[in-house]
């Protein structure tokens, strides 16, 4: 059913889920005292401006005094066409060939304490040194904090949001509102944690309590992180929205006067669906994927905390602000044309609302240890979209099927070489090798692991860890004494050899021999030996072409129909089965039911002692048609 | 343009040796691209199980193996299809000679008038093919400028728009291209006139409705599409490696390409009865 926005069930089911989370009869989010942020912001669709205020108390969690406040001003990545991020994304023309695409944040006043720091303001560089680049700021304090003490901060801004290019900015009347307003850093281990701004990372940030206000012209329809508790008419065209967040670590919003307004209560939880009128027919798609996503977690790890949640669909022009995640708001894509068995809005949704668990309420490190979120949760996407659209779980159309395990294979052999898992996103070696590896190759290693340890139990202990570090900031090392906890010491050795470095794991089926057994030649003078029946000797070696040492499992089978399974240890370069019987090995088989997903080469797991030449052909036969059929086209031209 | 449809059918039939003569030829283009795809494949699979079970299942896995372990071997095979289109298309200028001159009223000895008419042939190809490029460079680009223009739009499909529109105006002056260069082709078997003169000739049949040459193409054209579309429904209606196995697979496969190459004479034949 698509509604009106506002309307009034609408505003009575999210004032219901507010005073449930005020309250803490329906909510389990804890509210987090150590931050709090109070926002007044004004669109201004004509000059794409955010105009507003904060104010923001920060108190010292422990130790050392702190003598400097770290912020991010992370739209100013986008003020030109040499900072650190246009940089990295290598866009050196794209501001000149979009003149309203720069972005930047101009800090009007700033105050700590009641007193002026503006003048005192510098930007630092702590990654590359880059004199270009404005996108992380240190505030020196007037005098140093101790610990338990409290500071305030109050600061005007002016955001001037870039055109659609990653991740914030207009698309015409579309807006997405992320990384607008000064944002202070995270505070880890007595000192500060903050990144400028990159291509190949994402956001971090302590969790905070949040009162916002958004004022934007009456027609456009607004989403947000946290719970609306209030809407004004202001009376001159415009109206305010009061919104109220607790235990996220950003505030992201969007607004736009295009967008449908799809209300759902999906597992419990009321989902808000923004969707553009062309992509409406894919709605359903959308809220099916939700349905799914938010029932797994629920069931694999944990139900969803919040009281809303908001899924986006950009508009057109702005599919840079696609597929991505914020606090209680997520971002998804679609294209109109798209055939079913094309399962893009799907993944995209299922990937996203994951986030609210690996990096919303899990809130690991993005830039630094990207592999944390990005990892586990195409992990776990990868798992749910398997367990619910079966085989071709990605991609089922026009006799092509592609499942996560071949998702993920395809990205980590093309880019997956060069980067250890737990290297930070700015540190590798380019968006390719980001992506290959901290989605991808990480999602093979847990598929491994899940080979070696059980699907079942890794799903139990992700959802340990997940209710471990709930609402905190856990490290890799962190996730790992969680495994180790969880599936046993055992688990440590595959993880260090599968994560910190890039050897490669193949095992290879080198020799499937078979010779008869000679009969015992008589002795001079002695007995014939009685006949007996012909025996053989199979001798299977397989291999290990790379540098990753796991236990494997070897299947053997033979001519009478029998199979033997053995397992090895992996640590020599080769082992060889030899069994001698009267009957003879046909082929063998290493990592069998592919337990072992990250395994560089499947073709080589198998050998046929007689292999066979059906198969090639038929491959070989439809590549000639096809060739065949193209020549007679170009000669009909 | 019915009768000349229809008459066009009926002498294609009569031509059948002829039609399962340039089938052959093409099939040996296929056989040998099939080889070497199959040594390849052989030698990339090197005794996995794959060369089984490719029969009943093309694992997406394979390929991806196939293209991440191997794709020095698959470009070669590449190499080797540019090679044989190439040779291909030469002989085909001869071919054609032999089409166009089967299909003239005195039709005997067309193998040799194809040899005699094939320098002319090479010259239309060679003619026909800038023509189709400079069309495809043309809307192409007409497209690419479109689209940049638009950039800046955020109204909803705007490329969408523009792409389809492009891709049909394309496909529209594709057909008619290969209706003049079909007339060509004949004018200048008939008259004996120069590459040049008969491209010119044909442009302006075409161009000016003469005897519905162009309705008459599109419905070749069409009946050449129906007739794949039948054979795809067919085909996907029919599990073939699972019922008839793969030699029937693949004689099924050349069935079509010998319903192509009969689609190839028909429309020559048909479009001989305008001039």
Redesign the interface.
């Known amino acids: 059913m698509i509604r009106a926005p506002g309307a009034p069930a609408l505003r009575l089911a999210l004032l219901v889920a507010c005073l449930l989370a005020a309250s803490g009869a329906g909510a389990t989010a804890p509210t987090a005292p150590g931050l709090t942020y109070r926002i007044d912001a004004r669109l201004d669709p004509e000059a794409r401006t955010v105009t507003g205020h904060l104010h923001a108390r920060w108190v010292h969690p422990g130790g050392a005094p702190v003598d400097a406040l770290l912020l991010h001003l992370y739209l100013n990545g986008f003020d030109s066409n040499r900072t650190t991020l246009m940089t990295e994304l290598r866009l050196d023309s794209w501001l000149e060939r979009h003149p309203d695409g720069g972005g930047r944040i101009d800090l009007a006043t700033l105050r700590v304490d009641g007193r002026d720091r503006l003048a005192a303001l510098e930007y630092v560089r702590p990654d590359d040194g880059n004199p270009d680049d404005r996108t992380l700021a240190r505030v020196p304090l007037p005098r140093p904090l101790g610990a338990r003490e409290a500071v305030e901060l109050d600061i005007d801004f002016v955001a001037s949001l870039p055109r659609v290019l990653l991740r914030t900015g207009h698309a015409g009347p579309f807006f997405v509102v992320a990384q607008w307003f000064p944002k202070l850093a995270a505070f880890r281990a007595g000192a500060w944690r903050a990144h400028q701004f990159h291509a190949a990372s994402e956001f971090f940030a302590d969790f905070a309590t949040w009162d916002v206000s958004l004022t934007v012209p009456a027609a456009f329809v607004v989403g947000h992180t946290g719970v609306a508790t209030a809407t004004h008419d202001n009376g001159d065209g415009s109206k305010t929205i009061e919104v109220h967040a607790e235990a996220v670590h950003d505030f992201a919003w969007v607004a736009d006067p295009r967008f449908q307004v799809i209300d759902r209560t999906i597992a419990g939880v009321p989902v808000r669906l923004l969707v553009q009128p062309h992509h409406r027919l894919h709605a359903a798609r959308y809220l099916d994927a939700t349905r799914v996503a938010l029932e797994r977690y629920a069931e694999w790890i944990e139900p969803y905390p919040y009281p809303a949640l908001t899924v986006v669909d950009p508009g057109p022009g702005a599919r840079g602000a696609g597929g991505m995640e914020y606090p209680m708001l997520v971002t998804v894509g679609t294209s109109r044309w798209l055939p079913a068995g094309v399962r893009l809005p799907e993944v995209v949704t299922i990937h996203e609302l994951g986030h609210q668990w690996w990096y919303g309420i899990v809130a690991s490190d993005e830039v630094e240890e990207p592999w944390l979120d990005e990892g586990i949760n195409r992990y776990v996407e990868g798992r749910i979209m398997d367990a619910t659209y079966g085989p071709g779980s990605y991609v089922d159309w026009l006799g092509l099927q592609v499942d996560s395990t071949a998702l993920a294979r395809w990205s980590y052999l093309e880019d997956g070489r060069w980067d250890p898992v737990t290297t930070a996103s700015f540190r590798m070696l380019d968006r390719d090798s980001y992506v290959a590896t901290a989605y991808n190759k990480t999602a093979l290693v847990l598929g491994t692991v899940a080979g070696l340890f059980g699907a079942d139990p890794l799903l139990a202990a992700l959802g340990d860890y997940a209710r471990l570090w709930r609402f905190r900031q856990p490290t890799g090392a962190d996730l790992r004494a969680s495994l180790a906890n969880s599936l046993g010491p055992a688990v440590t050795p595959v993880l260090d050899q599968l994560l910190d470095g890039t050897g490669t794991l193949d095992y290879a089926v080198a020799r499937v021999d078979v010779r008869r057994v000679p009969t015992p030649a008589p002795r001079p003078g002695g007995e014939v030996p009685p006949p007996e029946p012909a025996r053989f000797r199979s001798e299977i070696v397989v291999e290990r072409r790379g540098e990753v040492r796991l236990p494997v499992e070897i299947l053997v089978a033979y001519d009478d129909g029998s199979q033997t399974r053995e397992t090895w240890d992996g640590q020599s370069r080769w082992y060889r089965i030899d069994a001698v019987s009267t009957r003879q090995a046909s082929y063998a088989i290493v990592d069998p039911d592919h337990r072992l997903p990250l395994d560089a080469d499947w073709l080589n797991n198998s050998r046929l002692r007689d292999p066979g030449t059906r198969g090639i052909w038929r491959l070989a036969a439809r590549w000639g048609i096809w060739l065949q059929s193209a020549l007679m086209g170009l000669s009909g031209l | 343009m019915i009768a000349a449809y229809l008459a066009g059918a009926r002498l294609a039939l009569s031509r059948w040796a002829l039609i399962s003569i340039l089938w052959l030829i ?2 040996a ?7 070497a ?2 040594t390849w ?2 030698d ?13 299942h ?1 694992d ?3 390929l ?3 293209w ?2 191997h794709r020095e071997g698959l470009r070669m ?1 590449l190499v080797l ?1 540019a090679v ?2 190439v040779g ?2 030469v002989l ?1 200028w001869w ?2 000679g032999v089409i166009v001159a089967a299909v003239l009223p005195s039709g005997d000895g067309f193998w040799r008038r194809g040899a005699q008419l094939a320098p002319v042939m090479a010259r239309l ?1 060679g003619i ?2 800038c023509v ?1 490029l400079t069309w495809s460079l043309l809307i192409g680009g007409a497209a690419w400028g479109l689209m940049r223009l638009t950039q ?7 490329w ?1 728009w523009i792409g389809g529109l492009a891709a049909a105006l394309w496909l529209l002056g594709t057909a008619w291209l ?1 209706a003049a ?1 079909d007339q060509a082709r004949i004018r200048a078997a008939l008259s004996g006139s120069g590459a040049i003169a008969s491209y010119r000739w044909a442009l302006g049949f075409v161009g000016f409705g003469g005897e519905r040459a162009f309705a008459l193409a599109l419905l070749l054209q069409g009946s050449g599409l129906g007739l794949w579309a039948l054979y795809q429904a067919i085909g996907l209606a029919l599990p073939l ?1 699972e019922l008839i196995g ?1 030699t029937w ?2 004689l099924w ?2 069935l ?2 010998w319903l ?2 009969f689609g ?1 004479v028909w ?1 020559l034949a048909a479009q001989r009865k305008l001039q």
């Open positions: 093409t099939a283009f296929g056989v040998a691209f099939a080889l795809g199959a494949l052989g990339a699979l090197d005794g996995a199980m794959a060369t089984k079970s490719l029969l009943h093309v997406v896995q394979v991806i193996d196939l991440a372990h095979l299809a044989l289109a291909h298309t085909w071919l054609d190809f026909g093919v189709w800046d739009s955020f109204t909803a499909h705007v969408e290969i260069h490696t793969l697979s693949i496969g050349e079509f390409l192509r190459a190839r429309r």
